[in-house]
Nanobody, 116 residues
Framework: QVHLVESGGGLAQPGGSLRLSCTTS????????MRWYRQPPGKERELVAT????????TYADSVKGRFTISRINARSTMWLQMDSLQPEDTAVYFC?????????WGQGTQVTVSS
């Protein structure tokens, strides 16, 4: 079965950095587009970044462009989100997502808090 697990969240100061990981199993990771979403407290879930199966295409929300970097290593079935120049507005639960057979799968989420 499809299984996604996020890790790497925590507390960072404004201007700091965190790296999130998404480890996966149960599907052909190297054949699927992967995405990072986030959900700030009291707000709707929003798309943060997308990476194509072969990592030839990467896209970002305008709010994180130039600060976040999405990457993957298919041989390890793992995706990352490098977050630099963090701002308080980046505070959210971050989720790994894959769509397989028209079904969306999500990890448990990892909390990112940016505060002084």
């Amino acid at each position: 079965q499809v299984h996604l697990v996020e890790s790497g969240g925590g507390l960072a100061q404004p201007g700091g950095s965190l790296r999130l990981s998404c480890t996966t199993s149960g599907f052909d990771f190297g054949l699927h587009t992967m995405r990072w979403y986030r959900q700030p407290p009291g707000k709707e879930r929003e798309l943060v970044a997308t990476i194509s199966a072969a990592a030839s295409r990467k896209t970002y929300a305008d709010s994180v462009k130039g600060r976040f970097t999405i990457s993957r290593i298919n041989a390890r079935s793992t995706m990352w989100l490098q977050m630099d120049s963090l701002q308080p507005e980046d505070t959210a639960v971050y989720f790994c997502n894959v769509q397989r057979s028209n079904i969306d799968y999500w990890g448990q989420g990892t909390q990112v808090t940016v505060s002084s």
